[in-house]
């Protein structure tokens, strides 16, 4: 079966633009992640949506980023007014589980974002 | 925000030789979790560790979960060059779903 799908592979943009960042999860995933990477770095965690859950919004760095989940499935990350600073590599990952259990992310290949 | 410290931060080594990386926080974990990322890939579990003490292996990787549940490590034997990559672990405190990441070991192998 397909696996995570991720859109654009690659965006640049301009700093003050917004960019919108897809992504598809594997089919009957619950849970929804999306993470930043920046060169060099660990991944640091952004934003969690699990079902009809309010999402976990706890990680995103500022009110410039936000993100839906339409329908349970496919999610948007949006982040307005471009900065510098939010070039890296945006991973979408999901999984079957929920909040209590340890599970088995699957990552996408990632959206890598170029502020210029 | 917080990380855990994951040495070394890369790796030259000969095809065949063994592989030795650590990581270690100044909280405990509940899981630990190894990853590989490929170059434009996102990355892909490994080992995932649930108990102190816990020896677990993959083919060719073995990772163990530390006793004070604060480490861990992930030893690749016989290296191949298939074996390069960019490894991470991660833990995951209490039964938040959070992982908290490390910055990676990046092996790479000389031919």
């Known amino acids: 079966g397909a696996g995570v799908s991720q859109s654009p592979s690659n965006k640049v943009t301009e700093k003050g633009k917004d960019v919108e960042l897809r992504c598809d999860p594997i089919s009957g995933h619950t849970a929804l992640y999306w993470y930043r990477q920046s060169l060099g770095q660990g991944l640091e965690f952004l934003i969690y949506?699990?079902?009809?859950?309010?999402?976990?919004k706890s990680g995103l760095p500022s009110d410039r980023f936000s993100a839906e989940r339409t329908g349970g499935s496919v999610s948007t990350l949006t982040i307005q007014r471009t900065q510098q600073e939010d070039s890296a590599v945006y991973l979408c990952?999901?999984?079957?589980?929920?909040?209590?259990?340890?599970?088995?992310?699957?990552f996408g290949p990632g959206t890598r974002l170029t502020v210029l | 925000g917080q990380q855990l410290n994951q040495s070394p931060q890369s790796m030259f080594i000969q095809e065949g030789e063994d592989v030795s990386m650590n990581c270690t926080s100044s909280s405990i974990f509940n899981t630990w979790l190894w990853y590989k990322q490929e170059p434009g890939e996102g990355p892909v579990l490994l080992i995932a560790l649930y108990k102190a003490g816990e020896l677990t292996s993959n083919g060719r990787l073995t990772a163990q979960f530390g006793i004070t549940r604060k480490d861990s490590f992930l030893n690749i034997s016989a290296s191949i060059p298939s074996d390069v990559g960019i490894y991470f672990c991660?833990?995951?405190?209490?039964?938040?779903?959070?992982?908290?990441w490390g910055a990676g070991t990046k092996l790479i192998i000389k031919p």
């Open positions: 990952a999901s999984s079957l589980a929920g909040r209590s259990s340890p599970d088995t992310q699957y």
């Open positions: 949506f699990q079902g009809n859950s309010a999402p976990d």
């Open positions: 991660a833990g995951q405190p209490g039964s938040n779903y959070q992982l908290i």
